[in-house]
């Protein structure tokens, strides 16, 4: 055996489809490469194990056997032995990835089916962590926290299937990561079958082999573009992964780290309607569902992807509408409450026990809320329910983030029709009720006159055309200027005595305020701290649009300020000086 630390490690058998231009396109990836054969590894980095084994030609089914290995800290404080399944890649190469929380020394002995794969061991040495790597976000309370305690405020995106798109307009995804505001990306495994996104992933493969002499064998049915393509269910051995997918999808999860972006992977989804099969694997009678293959994906996806620090998992997005799993679901449920969800605890359940490191994890609802308080949810993942976001944000003590706001963009459908005002607003109304927000984008090509040729951001990638990005960026900038801790400050809604629906929403800490005003009229707004403070408070008016604030004047003394609220969004940020802080 032998052993490697890396970044994104990388097989050494190339089988994309595409030949020359899938090898352009991994030397498009430099920030993933791995680094020479090592017995060193930094914290939070990623030591891999690769062993030989048996192969197709020994086996019934490789992706079948069985291997682990447990990691074991021998320098004191020694704690309690890390277990980590593998992963069969392909060509009797078989993996397991570590990613070390301790510095210090560190030993394993792997164990398998295979006499070939058991018994291996090694030691490695784990040195400090790499210039710029703060380690993995986790949630404490309502508040998001990088390893080394840094406050994290999640700025998300959504782009779900660019990992299923060409690898071109893959990298050209990453280059638009780059300069954009986004620290965060929701992104799928499994391809869609939707409005504007009717191709099967003709380049990159689906995440299982296709079965020779399928529907999805056939070169047409293939390539076919649009509604009128025919459907490719039980084209694929559900049992078998497609390697060459899943080195992709590693080397996209490598290079999102390496731009400090977290990969938000979806692992189900409802947006197959029947075209490959994949969500409902283990049948469509909701009574009836057996899980086994859900499972079998759920434990191949953590062994290859939980490694990467960077990783966060979305059980599913909008899992009340995947039918097929609904069995003992409360359709009649109402937000804040939530709904049973029997198969969806039972596939937590594997995910968490496959996990060693407990990465962040939640589930995006659809009309139907998750129960939250599970012990394996980190974190509340939300789309609309914005009337009721104070009253889950309470219940569930759990860091609250819209992951959905709609997007901003111009198709008939209302989720994907808001202004970039009303998108770029979305942030500080989320901020103001102490909830993280994400973006996506839905602007059409007037040039492209085939909707399924589209290229929206918010499913396929490639470029930003609108216009919140810039200020999104902004609200990042200008929050993170004010230094404050988001999981310390405390959410409100305000009145300042008058009758009626709340006047504002404030967020509250020691040394910031925000106050986001839902009614026009002069209002009374108490001062921070209650006032008299001689000006040690300051408070802007924030053009979110126009990207500037304006000071208004603060009294010495007294406990209130006269603020005019002629038009609305009308935004303030109230900062104590640093001095003043101290």
Not at 92 to 118: I, N
Not at 188 to 198: E, H, M, S, V
Not at 367 to 375: A, K
């Amino acid at each position: 055996a032998d052993a490697a630390s890396s970044a994104a490690p990388v097989s050494h058998a190339i089988k994309f489809a595409g030949g020359l231009m899938a090898i352009m396109w991994l030397l498009t990836l430099t920030s993933a490469a791995p680094t020479p054969l090592s017995s060193s590894v930094p914290l939070y980095g990623q030591y891999e194990i690769t062993l030989t084994g048996p192969s197709e030609a020994a086996v019934a089914n490789p992706f079948e056997v069985e291997l682990s290995a447990t990691f074991t800290h021998t320098e004191p404080p020694t704690g309690t032995p890390i277990v980590v399944g593998g992963f069969y890649d392909g060509g009797g190469t078989y993996r397991v990835r570590f990613s070390p929380p301790a510095e210090g020394e560190w030993k394993y002995t792997t164990a398998s089916s295979a006499a070939a794969l058991d018994g291996s061991s090694g030691e490695f040495h784990v040195v400090k962590k790499a210039a710029g790597d703060r380690g993995p976000v986790v949630s404490k309370g309502s508040g998001l926290y990088y390893a080394d305690f840094t406050p994290h405020v999640s700025v998300g995106t959504t782009c779900y299937q660019w990992a299923s798109k060409g690898f071109d307009m893959q990298a050209q995804t990453l280059e638009t990561l780059k300069a954009s505001p986004f620290n965060k990306i929701r992104m799928t495994t499994f391809p869609k079958w939707y409005i504007f996104n009717r191709a099967n992933p003709v380049e990159t493969g689906a995440p299982y082999e296709i079965a020779p002499g399928s529907a999805a064998a056939n070169a047409s049915a293939w390539a076919c573009v649009g509604e009128h393509c025919p459907s490719l269910s039980g084209s694929f051995d559900l049992k078998r992964f497609n390697v060459s997918f899943w080195q992709n999808y590693d080397r996209l999860v490598g290079a999102l780290k390496a731009q400090g972006v977290i990969a938000d992977i979806i692992l189900f989804h409802p947006y197959d309607g029947g075209h490959w099969g994949f969500d409902c694997m283990g049948g469509t009678d909701a009574q009836k569902y057996d899980t086994t293959l859900d499972k079998f994906y759920l434990r191949y996806a953590v062994a290859r992807l939980a490694s990467y620090s960077n990783v966060w998992w979305s059980m599913a997005n909008e899992w009340s509408f995947n039918k097929c799993k609904g069995r003992g679901v409360n359709e009649s449920a109402k937000s804040p409450e939530p709904s049973p969800s029997p198969v969806w605890d039972e596939l937590f359940e594997t995910l968490a026990a496959a996990d060693p490191y407990g990465r962040q994890a939640s589930i995006h609802n659809g009309n139907l809320l998750y129960n939250h308080s599970r012990p394996w949810i980190s974190h509340v993942s939300l789309q609309g329910m914005e009337d009721t976001t104070p009253a889950i944000r309470t219940k569930y003590g759990k860091p609250t983030i819209w992951d959905e706001v709609r997007y901003e963009g111009n198709i008939t459908s209302s989720w994907g029709a808001l202004s970039a005002a009303e998108e770029a607003d979305r942030f500080w109304w989320g901020a103001a009720l102490g909830v993280h927000v994400g973006h996506s984008e839905t602007v059409l090509r007037a040039a492209v006159k085939d909707d399924d040729a589209q290229p929206l951001w918010w499913a396929k990638g490639g470029t930003l055309v609108g216009e919140s990005p810039s200020r999104i960026a902004f609200f990042k900038q200008l929050w993170a200027s004010t230094g404050a801790d988001f999981g310390a400050l405390t959410p409100a809604q305000a009145s300042y005595g008058q009758a009626g629906d709340p006047v504002s929403d404030t967020l509250t800490g020691d040394s910031v305020q925000l106050v986001k005003f839902r009614r026009q009229g002069t209002w009374n707004v108490p001062l921070p701290g209650g006032g008299g403070d001689g000006g040690a408070w300051k408070a802007v008016s924030v053009d979110y649009w126009g990207m500037t604030t304006t000071e208004l004047p603060l009294p010495t003394s007294g406990a209130t300020v006269a603020v005019d609220v002629n038009t609305l969004p009308f935004t303030l940020l109230f900062t104590k000086s640093a001095a003043a802080a101290a």
